[in-house]
């Protein structure tokens, strides 16, 4: 989980950097005051480079960075994008923002997009897919490329879970032709609220970057008051505060990884024979964030009595099963637009329902007291 619990003197280092050459917290401009401090700049460079990308940019929100990477789409109404029926709302609600019609498909046994049940529900009118590697694992991008590949349609990767992880050594966010990142405070790494969208073509970063600053093309001829534009957009931009702690945090997230994929191996390692405890599916090649450890039961019952246990002996579960409501698409009577596309949403995703139900997922840490997977095996026997 948590980019959190490791923020320290680096990143107070850098924002006090920021200060101490003149306190630009803007990332344009104001050239001959900022002594050459561009934290969102380096960030963005830093981030590409660790991803093994040429271009990133940097963004308010990991919502915010599915929007812009769906602006450079440039959809039409009635344009159709897929997703996954388990994500977080934001993936959903930067579709309709776009002005595209939202589609959902189901999960399968990784949690993620169903790679048939995706191909099933592509139209004509499909112009985009979003896959979503949810609590850190990857979803089947092999097989949803494909997909994508074969109907000539985008894959857009939204990455908020993954950064930090990677399949068959390539880093996740990487696969499509766009992935998205998050940095909310609960992310792997964080800037406190902030995000970021990784490009392998030039022209959809150039076309992103304007976009996200009002359509600002940034012309080096002129200057930023007689801009150089070619169409309208929005401010997404990221302040230097966050760009500072960007910086701080990229350099720590190899070892967040690391401690957290040691630490869920040792939660598994306590639970993994216990009766009725089956894991979730994680294709070939796969290197998760561990962000969390998810495993499925019987049932929904015994999924909520596994969650009361663990809360009895003061630990606690991460989404599943207690918090599906905001990450499950057959719940979403709130969204309108969904609605239209799916009739009556109770019904529309039934395996992804069906299985969620039946799943307990467990928050992993950094700093991971060393009783826990004792206490979890524990609490966890007294239920199954
Ligand atoms: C799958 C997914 N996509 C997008 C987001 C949105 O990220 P943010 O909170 O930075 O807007 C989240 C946030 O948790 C997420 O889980």
Redesign the pocket.
Known sequence: MPGFEVIGAEEQAEINDIFARGGVLFRHGFDAMRNGSYKVRDFEAAFATYMGVPHALAVT????A?RVALAVLDLQPGDEVITQSF??V??AEAIIESRAVPVCCEIDGTLNMDPADLERRITPRTRAVIA?H?LGTPARLREIATVCKRHDVVLIE?A??GCGGSLDGRALGTWGRMG?F???F??TMTTG???MIVFHDRSDYERAAAWHDHGHENNPKVPRWEDTRSGSGFNYRMTELQGAVGLAQLRKLDEVVGRQRTNFAAMWNAISDLRGVTPREVPAGSVETADALVFEVADSATARRCRDALVAAGMSTKILPEAVTWHFAGTWTHMSELVASHGNLATAFPRSAERLARCVSLPVVVKMAPDVPQRLRAALQSVL
């Open positions: 929100s990991g919502t915010a599915l994500t977080f934001a993936t979503v949810m939204d908020a879970w998205t998050s940095f909310d609960a992310k609220e902030g995000g």
